[in-house]
């Protein structure tokens, strides 16, 4: 009976597509036995065998937005199974199931409960199966079916943007693209009209145009100026339907604006622009300004100015200002209100960038007329040459003019000039000048060998207003005079080496000399030079002038002999070719020297040469050894001294006892620590006949006899002294003499004061010295000195 079993399903479809008329259809699918009898042939002949299906499905077709007050039926499903006696049960799975679309368990009736839209949800996949209403045992297989959602034209036109930004250059040509804009329609596009899109443009015209199918804005008037206008407000409209009556629709705008292009020339707003400027101004002053306005901007609007003709073009210049557009107007070199008063320029301004296409439209070039008038200024005297030289004679005397400068006042007024030197360049004061002529003149003789040009600059100032001022730089050149004499040009010094009377004269010069002189080259060589008229047959030497500034010093005969003499000193006159000469004379040191047989020297030295002749090499190292001999002689008595032990013990002939020693080091008070110690003097004697041992520790050391030290008040202090000797006295290792020790300085910070008496009487003290009285007649003086003060009053 499975076999057998077919499904039976009704699609009823609200509302007509086109009339939106509403609709139902049932249809019914029976069971055919679509597996039975068909076989089909697997790898090496295996038979395959398909399953019988139970039902089968057809799309179900619902429409969008249905809103009417009851759900809408979608569907019926029907088995042929079902007798209708309600022991079938329909179930209905899937997306949606439940919550949008319900079925009917007994009638298999299947309702949407939701209102639906397409662009959410397109379709919808179910599952169907019928199945034992008691049992819920599956009587047919589940079946899957798809309910999909029928569009209708619910959604307007969307554009990406809101609103579009656009360039377009000015004045181009009708049809030029300018931007294209494009909208969505979330409707279906493969039903109906609902997503066919038509543009339109609602505001722009005439300028612009926008093609139906494609939003493509175009320029649709020529030689559109922005100049004239910059910004235009396009909307455009996207229609959906194909742009039909019910069609819905959205908008945009569309912002489009017009660059600039080159097709403005530049131009002055007048013909003629005045300027003035002073007499007084300095080269690189601004003069004026002009400005040629120009409607392009940026680089199309960038103007240059040049100047083009005029009078004044030698003594003028302009420049482009390129943050205002203007053309500044500068003094190139100074003017002068005496000589010229006015002047006249013709400027020029041009674009920098031209565009070939808008070359009709010009020349992009203006011109204008500049008239610059000159103003009178109180100007600062003018020297009659920007510079003076003059000369004097060195050594010539205080107050000999040197030269004049000369300025002048260049204004009308002509005012009287003061001259002055510039102290700054004169800070020896050679010079002055006469403040009204302007004669300069020496105030000392001038020395050309210590500075040949002297440099200085003069003021020239108005006599009615000082602040007017000018200066000029005067060059000053030294005359040389000839008044230094030449002399040797080095230190010259000259060997020959002793000889005999047979051998010849050598033709070689015993030394060049040359000269030199301070004084310039007109009143220096020649040179000449000679020996003293007074030598002038010198035996030993000669002289001969070479004639180009040298000479050469010869010798007029042999047998030199540093025995006989070692040093000769040879005078010699040089004078010079100035007017008139001037000459000194120079002493050369010739030098007797040793040889070898090819005339190398040797030696010079006269002594050495005698020591060796009284003294042979032999004689010489004797006498050294000699001397070595006793260096070691003296080096062993020395150490063997050094080496004698002292004796151990302390004899007679030793004996220091009573000597008085001084000592020059003063006691450092409580402080010091490093004090002299009086233990390690000597102890000749002993006592008894016992002489000490200085190498070693006494055997026995005195202990002092208790109940000999007296109380600490005692009064009677002269047993206490006695008491003490006593136990110097048989103490062995006591000093055997008494020793005064001075001290004088109690060191820093010592709580015990001064233990000298000095300058006491004349100081006030607190100290009470009463107790004095009662220390025995040998302190009675001392007592007196330092009683009470009473006491003293009352004996004065």
């Not at 006696?85 to 079925?103: H, M, P, Q, R």
């Not at 804009?181 to 543009?199: F, I, M, W």
């Not at 300025?407 to 009204?436: C, G, M, Q, V």
């Not at 008494?738 to 006030?764: F, H, K, M, N, P």
Request: hydrophobic share 35%; charged share 25%; glycine share 8%.
């Amino acid at each position: 009976m499975k076999e057998n079993y077919c499904l039976q399903a009704a699609l009823v479809c609200l509302g007509m597509l086109c009339h939106s008329q509403a609709f139902a259809t049932e249809r019914r699918s029976h069971l055919r036995p679509s597996f039975h009898g068909h076989h089909e042939k697997g790898k090496e002949g295996q038979v395959l065998q398909r399953s019988k299906r139970g039902w089968v499905w057809n799309q179900f077709f619902v429409i969008e937005e249905y809103t009417g007050p009851d759900p809408v039926l979608v569907g019926r499903l029907h088995s042929d199974i079902d007798s209708g006696d309600g022991n079938i049960k329909y179930i209905l799975s899937g997306e949606g199931a439940g919550t949008i679309f319900v079925i009917d368990d007994k009638s298999g009736n299947i309702h949407a409960t939701k209102t639906l839209d397409r662009e959410e949800r397109a379709q919808y996949t179910l599952m169907a199966q019928a199945v034992d209403r008691d049992t819920n045992r599956p009587l047919e297989p589940p079946s899957e079916f798809i309910v999909k959602v029928q569009d209708i034209n619910d959604n307007p036109p969307e554009f990406l943007h809101e609103t579009y930004h656009a360039n377009v250059p000015e004045r181009s040509n009708v049809g030029t693209s300018v931007i294209q804009v494009t909208a969505s329609d979330a409707d279906d596009p493969t039903y109906g009209n609902s997503a066919k899109l038509v543009y339109s443009i609602l505001e722009g015209q005439p300028y612009f145009s926008v093609e139906a199918q494609t939003g493509i804005i175009r320029t649709a008037l020529p030689n559109m100026d922005r100049e004239a206008k910059e910004e235009y407000h396009v909307v455009i409209q996207a229609k959906d339907m194909g742009g039909h009556m019910g069609g819905l629709s959205g908008t945009t705008k569309v912002m489009i604006t017009l660059t600039d292009v080159n097709d403005n020339p530049p131009k002055f707003p007048q013909s003629v622009y005045q300027m003035s400027v002073s007499e007084a101004a300095v080269p690189g002053e601004e003069v004026g300004r002009v400005k040629a306005k120009d409607p392009d901007i940026g680089e199309n609007g960038l103007v240059t100015y040049n100047i083009v003709d005029g009078d004044g073009m030698e003594l003028f210049e302009i420049t482009t200002d390129y943050e205002t557009q203007e053309g500044v107007v500068k003094l190139k070199k100074p003017v002068d209100f005496e000589t010229k008063r006015a002047y006249s320029l013709k400027v020029e301004a041009a674009n920098v960038h031209i565009d070939p296409k808008f070359i009709s439209n010009g020349p992009f070039k203006d011109t204008v007329t500049v008239k610059i008038a000159i103003e009178d200024a109180d100007e600062p005297p003018m020297f009659l040459a920007p510079s003076y030289t003059h000369e004097v004679q060195e050594n010539a005397a205080a107050g000999t003019v040197v030269g004049r400068v000369h300025a002048k006042d260049p204004d009308a007024a002509n005012s009287p000039i003061r001259y002055s030197i510039d102290p700054h360049t004169d800070l020896d004061r050679f010079f002055t000048i006469n403040p009204e002529d302007g004669f300069i003149k020496t105030t000392k003789p001038l020395d050309r060998e210590e500075t040949a040009w002297l440099n200085i600059s003069v003021f020239a100032a108005e006599i009615h207003n000082r602040h007017q001022e000018a200066k000029v730089p005067v060059a000053i050149r030294v005359l040389d005079v000839n008044d230094n004499a030449p002399k040797f040009a080095a230190p010259y010094e000259g060997f020959i080496c002793e000889s005999d009377q047979t051998k010849p004269l050598s033709n070689q010069p015993i030394v060049t000399i040359s000269a030199e002189d301070k004084d310039d080259t007109a009143n220096g060589p020649r040179f000449i030079f000679s020996l003293p008229p007074e030598i002038i047959h010198n035996p030993n030497f000669t002289v001969r002038d070479n004639r180009d500034n040298t000479a050469g010093v010869y010798a007029r005969r042999g047998g030199f002999s540093r025995q006989k003499q070692d040093l000769y000193l040879l005078p010699i006159v040089i004078s010079d070719g100035g007017i008139p000469p001037m000459s000194s004379t120079n002493t050369l040191t010739i030098k007797v020297c040793g040889c070898d047989v090819n005339g190398a020297l040797l030696s010079c030295n006269a002594e050495a040469y005698i020591l060796n002749a009284g003294l042979s090499t032999g004689a010489l190292i004797a006498i050294l050894a000699c001397i070595v001999i006793l260096l070691v002689i003296v080096v062993l008595f020395v150490t063997l001294r050094r080496q004698k032990k002292e004796p151990l013990i302390v004899f007679e002939e030793e004996d220091v006892r009573e000597n008085i020693i001084t000592y020059d080091d003063e006691g450092g008070g409580e402080e010091d620590t490093e004090a002299f110690d009086i233990a390690t003097l000597q102890n000749p004697d002993g006592i008894n006949g016992f002489i000490p041992r200085k190498d070693i520790k006494p055997e026995y050391q005195y202990m002092p006899r208790p109940g000999l030290r007296p109380a600490p008040n005692s009064v009677d202090v002269d047993d206490f002294i006695n008491t003490r000797i006593q136990e110097a006295d048989n103490d062995p290792t006591a000093p055997p003499y008494d020793s005064i020790q001075i001290y004088g300085y109690e060191g820093r910070g010592s709580v015990a004061g001064s233990l000298s008496s000095l300058e006491s009487a004349t100081t006030d003290s607190d100290l009470d010295y009463d107790y004095l009285q009662n220390w025995g007649p040998r302190f009675k003086k001392l007592a007196d000195l330092y009683g009470s003060k009473d006491t003293f009053d009352d004996d004065s």
